[in-house]
Nanobody, 115 residues
């Protein structure tokens, strides 16, 4: 079960950090990612990190968001550092982990960027 945290309200230009704890995946090949969804759009991948250290970002967040991971005792903690936030970043953010053919989702956390 993925545990996500860190959403909230921030002004444009501000920063937030999201964390996702994924137990039991650290010894396998995995991809851990953050997705986001608004009421009018489909869920989209924002940033992803593989166990090999490869990262991938949505073009609109590249240079503003950074995903990083810590693998300790078979538990991976993925952090999404979001800077220079814009109103269009407002969404519910979901953590996802894929490993061994299994896809897991955490509960969403709301990020609101507004003045």
């Amino acid at each position: 079960q993925l545990q996500a945290s860190g959403g909230g309200l921030v002004q444009p230009g501000g920063s937030l950090r999201l964390s996702c704890v994924a137990p039991g995946i650290g010894r396998n090949f995995y991809t851990i990612a953050w997705y986001r969804q608004t009421p009018r759009a489909t869920r989209e991948s924002v940033a992803a990190l593989t166990s090999r250290g490869n990262t991938n970002y949505l073009s609109s967040v590249e240079g503003r968001f950074t995903i990083s991971g810590d693998n300790t005792n078979n538990t991976v903690t993925a952090t999404l550092q979001m800077t220079n936030l814009k109103p269009e970043d407002t969404a519910v953010y979901y953590c996802n982990a894929y490993t061994g053919g299994r896809n897991s989702w955490g509960k969403g956390t709301l990020v609101t960027v507004s003045s």
